[in-house]
């Protein structure tokens, strides 16, 4: 009987490190009773439990991931949501949005006079991004901004080149 085959017991839904590690040590306290003799955390024994444990975690992670990216249920990436849904008969409209450059101005009213005659920057406009815009060609196609608008701010360009609606006096009275 010395070549017969011993049949152990081993229990795969440990799937934690901390459940690797408890079971990895029963199974060598268990089976290795006669080697298993030092089960201090600076062993050699420890250290390849542990990256034993390790390497477990990861890949059970991974695997959960892969198996609940198989369901269309729980999947999260778009790509594979999309040929689920395909695989079940669905045909997905494939559109990709339009990209415009919009100029957007803001009429600023005059304050002081002669050199001193500067657009008032307290009725400068704030708008928060998602304003949505109108094509001029067709109303039914909107576009959505995705920053934020500060006229405050110029990084650019001199408002005060440019004047509209001027005074009698030749002042501008808008900027």
Excluded: W
């Amino acid at each position: 009987m010395a070549n017969a085959v011993v049949k152990k017991d081993i229990r795969y839904l440990g799937r934690d490190f901390n459940q690797f590690r408890a079971n990895l040590m029963t199974f060598a306290k268990t089976y290795f009773q006669d080697t298993f003799n030092d089960n201090s955390e600076s062993s050699v024994f420890s250290m390849l439990t542990e990256v034993s444990c390790y390497v477990g975690d990861v890949l059970s992670y991974y695997l959960d991931t892969s198996i609940k990216e198989l369901m269309l249920l729980h999947a999260e990436e778009r790509k594979n949501v999309l040929s689920l849904a395909q695989s079940l008969g669905y045909r997905p409209r494939v559109t990709s949005p339009s990209i415009t450059e919009v100029e957007v101005f803001q009429l600023l009213p005059s304050i002081g006079t002669g050199v001193t005659n500067v657009p008032d920057y307290r009725y400068c406009l704030k708008l928060n991004p998602g304003m949505i815009v109108s094509s001029i060609e067709n109303s039914n196609v909107n576009f959505r901004t995705k920053t934020e608008l500060d006229f405050s701010f110029s990084s650019s360009f001199n408002p005060t080149d440019v004047s509209v609606y001027q005074t009698a006096n030749g002042e501008p009275s808008y900027y």
